[in-house]
């Protein structure tokens, strides 16, 4: 296994003009830098004329090209099909020019002949000569960050320590605010700094939602809680991963921002940025100018559910810190407290109360919510009137899986660990039989637990991690461990391909995500770059796309939000079940057998294919 991340530092330009910087357009990563001679069409007397020609290996959205001459060089250049943005200073001589691309010249498809034309004067009787690169400049940002390695664990299939490191690098990819001393994420910067309450309260902070800059604290707030939960569950897997110190600076982000939102005993403030605004625009977190109006919940209009998230978050964000940094560990308990209190005494729909949230995230019970607060509470507090709150809401039967808007299969968890009922365990096992192969929920043919098209990851992500929380408590251990790796097996490779960004064979390149589609700053962004044919300029590290269709089908296409569009909840339980994986080779669990898809004989006329069985996991 592998380890500690580090993101090379931004890139940076030469002695770019003021005017240069609005001029430039995309430049997209080539496969290697270029170079060309210059090819000269005129030069005698006191000018010359030439042009460097290339080849391009891939679609380019713009141009930057480096000319270095030789002996005394050149002056007084001129380029008509671009912008100098580095010359010799004006009356002297000098050996290295910098051409850019004009707004809107600098789209070229792979297989196309760039040929970049200059001119100047001469310095000197000889006829100048030089050689020319076309350079990109979001190399030194793309650069992977080294992968870490745990030692102690026997060889795996995948370096599980690497998808974490990623996966926490995608959540500094997302966030909102003023940014660290520490970001590590070099084409991020400052954003959404005048996020503000009716009252002009603070909100900035917190992580944009998905391939979007609107801040959805519904999901926010699940990711937050399923992250914490993991980090309480499997420390042991993110400190050998070199990953402790990075996840606990990950899941501080929104928790700070929560204690944010909560500006009074019954209003929180659920959302920053209008969906529908936003999603009529295609820029960068940094280069937003629309408005980003907040919105809350009070006691005339309340929202129980996205309230309740927030405290369990919150809980969870205490048990988390309470012996790292005791005074921001009681300063979110005492708010959860307050904001648990606020959700029982005003139920309601958050989405209905907010207009703006229900096209997006719509909640469809918030019974279970309350379930979820009081059940995080009780674990930290032990206060018994928490566990009969949790008791008395809780939903029986078998969970329709785990998600942003529905948590009753992490109640079951919860309740088994408060109680250890035989109801709750029962729930589990009968989500799991489900879940299982044989069970209600359908397979595509490679063996994806296939719950929905949107985000079909996500669902299998988030039981994955249900089941190995189960495996931990001694239910079904052996069978639920297999099946949770093979689910995120397919995520990482199985199938031939990776479904996470950065990481393993043929991962995806055109992610559905705003910042990292963006050109390399200061460049503008425009819906140009959402329509672009090549990759996403910079690589988002970590992000799991939604998914394949249910026959395994999968186009990496930046305009496919349902297939691959990125999420701050497709990589909760995700990320949450790879650190239980790593968990589980730490203690020596080693590959269980083999995944759930099994080659079978044709058998009544039926053509060979794989299908999924039971018998493929131990009893």
């Known amino acids: ?47 010359w004329e030439g042009k460097a020609c290339f080849h391009l290996e891939s679609a380019i959205g713009g141009w930057e090209v480096v000319f270095e001459f030789a002996g005394q060089g050149v002056r007084g250049i001129e380029q008509w099909d671009g912008v100098v943005a580095e010359q010799p200073a004006s009356g002297q001589c000098g050996t290295r020019v910098v051409l850019v691309n004009k707004p809107y010249q600098g789209m070229h498809n792979a297989g196309d002949q760039l040929c970049v034309p200059i001119a100047g004067a001469p310095c000197g009787s000889e006829t100048p000569s030089a050689t020319a690169r076309l350079v990109d400049p979001c190399t030194d940002v793309n650069k992977a960050p080294p992968a870490p390695q745990v030692t102690g664990a026997q060889e795996m299939k995948y370096n599980y320590a ?92 929104p928790l700070e921002y929560f204690i944010k939102c909560h500006t009074g005993p019954n209003e929180l403030y659920v959302q920053v940025g209008d969906g529908g605004t936003d999603h009529g625009t295609w820029t960068s977190p940094e280069l937003m100018d629309q408005n980003r109006p907040a919105f809350k919940i009070t006691a005339s209009s309340p929202g129980s559910d996205v309230a309740d998230e927030t405290a369990a978050a919150l809980t969870c964000g205490y048990l988390a810190f309470k012996t790292k940094d005791a005074t921001f560990a009681n300063e979110m308990l005492t708010h959860a407290k307050q904001i648990y209190q606020f959700a029982k005494q005003h139920p309601g729909f958050y989405s209905t109360s907010v207009n703006a949230a229900a096209a997006y995230y719509k909640s469809g019970n918030y019974t279970d919510e309350m379930t979820w607060a009081a059940a995080w509470l009780y674990k930290a507090t032990n206060d018994q009137q928490y566990l009969t709150d949790a008791e008395q809401t809780y939903i029986p039967g078998a969970a329709w899986g785990f998600s942003w808007d529905e948590k009753l299969a992490g109640n079951m968890v919860l309740l088994y660990d408060a109680t250890h009922k035989d109801l709750y365990k029962n729930d589990i096992v009968a989500t799991m039989t489900d879940w299982m192969p044989g069970g209600s929920i359908p397979y595509s043919p490679k063996c994806l637990a296939f719950r929905l098209q949107w985000g079909s990851l996500r669902y299998a992500s988030n039981t994955a991690f249900i089941a190995l929380l189960a495996a931990r408590r001694g239910i079904n251990a052996d069978k639920y461990n297999q099946w949770g790796m093979c689910q995120i097996h ?59 269709g ?33 968990f589980g080779y730490l203690l020596g669990l080693g590959p269980l057998s083999r995944c759930a898809c099994m080659p079978q004989q044709k058998k009544g006329g039926r053509d060979d294919n794989h299908d999924c069985h039971d018998d493929t996991f131990p009893n």
Not at 550 to 574: H, L
Request: hydrophobic share 35%; proline share 6%; glycine share 10%.
């Open 1 to 47: 296994m592998w380890c500690l991340a580090a993101v090379a530092a931004a890139v940076s330009m030469a002695t770019l003009v003021g005017a240069v910087v609005a001029l430039l357009l995309m430049v997209v990563v080539w496969a290697a830098e270029q170079t060309a001679n210059l090819q000269l069409s005129q030069s005698g007397g006191s000018r």
């Open 162 to 253: 690497e998808v974490l490191q990623k996966s926490i690098l995608f959540y500094e990819a997302q966030r909102s605010g003023k940014l660290p001393a520490s970001n590590r994420i070099p084409w991020r910067g400052d954003s959404a700094l005048q996020d503000r309450g009716d009252k002009g309260e603070d909100l900035t902070g917190g992580w944009y939602d998905a391939g979007d800059n609107v801040k959805f604290n519904f999901p926010m707030a699940f990711s937050t809680t399923v992250l914490c939960w993991s980090l309480l569950e499997f420390k042991d897997a993110y400190e050998k991963a070199g990953q402790l110190d990075y996840m606990y600076d990950s899941i501080r982000w």
């Open 490 to 548: 397919y995520a990482l490779g199985d199938t031939g391909r990776s479904f996470v960004v950065g990481f393993g064979v043929n991962p995806p390149t055109k992610p559905h995500h705003r910042a990292s589609s963006c050109p390399c700053k200061p460049e503008p962004c425009t819906w140009d770059a959402q329509r672009f044919p090549g990759p996403n300029p910079k690589t988002l590290y970590g992000a799991l796309v939604g998914g394949p």
């Open 550 to 582: 249910s026959d395994d089908s999968y186009t990496d296409d930046r305009g496919n939000y349902i297939n691959n569009e990125v999420a701050c909840d497709y990589n909760a339980g995700f990320q949450g079940s790879v650190a239980g994986d790593c």
